[in-house]
Nanobody, 124 residues
């Protein structure tokens, strides 16, 4: 069982930066980790993922070039550095962990565990 606590959200002006963190209660070394976001009235969308082995990273087109996902396995922590933020980045951001194999890292059902979310609001 893994418990995830995501944090680091807040209110920022367009063009600003935020770093989200996700701390796990257990060892996440073998898990694929991901970030998703959900705006009011919309589905939960993939943002970024990082594999357990070799730490391959994947990004949604909407954040590619502006965001960096990283992990600190020694401290069981996942990060998402977001730069050049836009109002359309406003959403609740969730971290997630998957013990599964395969390549469906962009799909919410791929993940076993979820954080409760942290609100990111970008003002124009």
């Amino acid at each position: 069982q893994v418990q995830l606590v995501d944090s680091g959200g807040g209110l920022v002006q367009a063009g600003g930066s935020l770093r989200l963190s996700c701390t796990a209660s257990g060892n996440i070394f073998t898990y694929t980790m991901g970030w998703f976001r959900q705006a009011p009235g919309k589905e939960r969308d993939f943002v970024a993922a990082i594999r357990s082995m070799r730490s391959n990273t994947f990004y949604a087109d909407s954040v590619k070039g502006r965001s960096t996902i990283s992990r600190d396995n020694a401290n069981n922590t996942l990060y998402l550095q977001m730069n050049s933020l836009k109002p359309e980045d406003t959403a609740v951001y969730y971290c997630a962990a998957s013990s599964g194999a395969g390549t469906a890292y962009g799909s919410p059902p791929y993940y076993n565990y979820w954080g409760r979310g942290t609100q990111v609001t970008v003002s124009s």
